[in-house]
């Protein structure tokens, strides 16, 4: 999990600092993929608070979300349908999912720690 905190601090700190603009075109599945990675990096911090956590199943997962997500955005854009609104709305609903999940998790973790510390 430290590996994939540093990953996302590197890249970010990358963002910032290389400067690199990306075209009218591409900025729409930029930020489908975008969406895509967070999605899968939420979904791999709440199974690791599920003690479910598998980091080839994150990896692949990653991935095949970020290419299928592009993908789709790609050939909607080829046929004249907006198919990201899709994409956007699926990864949307499952990050509310994962966030909403990740808060209860941490909520009840810190009641049960505030439950032990007054008992003793």
Known sequence: ???AIMGIILGILIG???P???TTISSLYIS???LAAIDSILGALRSSFENKFDSVIFITG???NALL???LSYLGDKLGVPIYYAAIFVFGTRLFNNMGSIRRYSIDRYRAKS???HKK
């Open 62 to 64: 990653f991935i095949v």
């Open 1 to 3: 999990m430290i590996i």
């Open 32 to 34: 489908v993929g975008i």
């Open 69 to 71: 997500a592009i993908a």
């Open 20 to 22: 690199f603009e990306f």
């Open 16 to 18: 910032i600092y290389i």
């Open 115 to 117: 439950r032990e510390k």
